[in-house]
Structure formats: structure tokens, C-alpha cells
């Protein structure tokens, strides 16, 4: 399945201005400015923002790895931690990289970035369906 497939799957990430810079077996690459609306007080970005870019992320990766005649993954398990704060207008950059890629599950590592700053850390267990 190719990244524009992925996309068209999951009209949100659009909606938000998710661009996938990268997307393959081996990691995906998924980049988006910080608009206010996606900020908290104090002009920086959201958690439940961080984890959904991060989410999208790892399940886009998970889509790439996906074993033939399945019909999609779902995430069963993540956990974030915030590291870092990013203001608004940030360039934020999520790379996402598998860990495990199995016939069941796969987990990915999502790293959020603006530039050399870490923002947070995801990981999560994608479920093929």
C-alpha cells in the first residue's frame, strides 16, 4: 500500500496538514507546522497533538509492513513521553522506525523534533486486522 493510500485512509491527518515526507517498510518521515490551534497555554504544542502526529506516524509505518491479505492494523498499545516544549509556528518532524515487525503486531518509535530538539517520545504496537 503506497502513503497517498494511507492518507486518503485517514482524512485527519490532512485535516491537520500532516506531509509525509517518508513513507516505507523501513520508517516514515511525517512533518507539519504548528498552528495556534494546536497549542496549549503558553503557545506550545498540544500532548494529544504530539500523539496524534505520532500516532499517525507509527500506524502509517504499520500500514507499510502490513503481510499480504491483511486488511489494515489498528493501535493497541501507546505510551508518550513529553520531553520538550515546541512553540507555535514550530516545524515539528516525526520519524518513526520499526522495532518489531512480526505476523501479529508491529511496534514503532515515533521521535518528534524541531530541528535538534526532542519534543517527545512515542511507542506504540500496531495490530494487523
Aim: charged share 15%; glycine share 12%.
Amino acid at each position: 500500500m503506497d502513503f497517498e493510500a494511507i492518507v486518503r485512509m485517514v482524512p485527519f491527518s490532512a485535516h491537520l496538514g500532516f506531509e509525509v515526507m517518508r513513507c516505507d517498510a523501513a520508517g516514515v518521515v511525517v512533518e507539519v507546522v504548528l498552528k495556534p490551534e494546536y497549542c496549549t497555554a503558553g503557545g506550545t504544542a498540544h500532548g494529544g497533538f504530539l500523539m496524534t502526529l505520532a500516532d499517525f506516524a507509527g500506524a502509517a509505518g504499520g500500514f507499510m509492513v502490513l503481510p499480504e491479505g491483511a486488511k489494515g492494523t489498528t493501535t493497541i498499545d501507546s505510551k508518550t513521553n513529553m520531553i520538550g516544549a515546541a512553540p507555535v509556528g514550530s516545524r515539528l518532524t516525526a520519524t518513526s522506525a520499526p522495532e518489531h515487525v512480526g505476523r501479529r503486531t508491529s511496534v514503532w518509535t515515533t521521535r518528534v523534533m524541531v530541528g535538534e530538539k526532542l519534543i517527545s517520545v512515542t511507542m506504540q504496537t500496531q495490530m494487523v486486522l
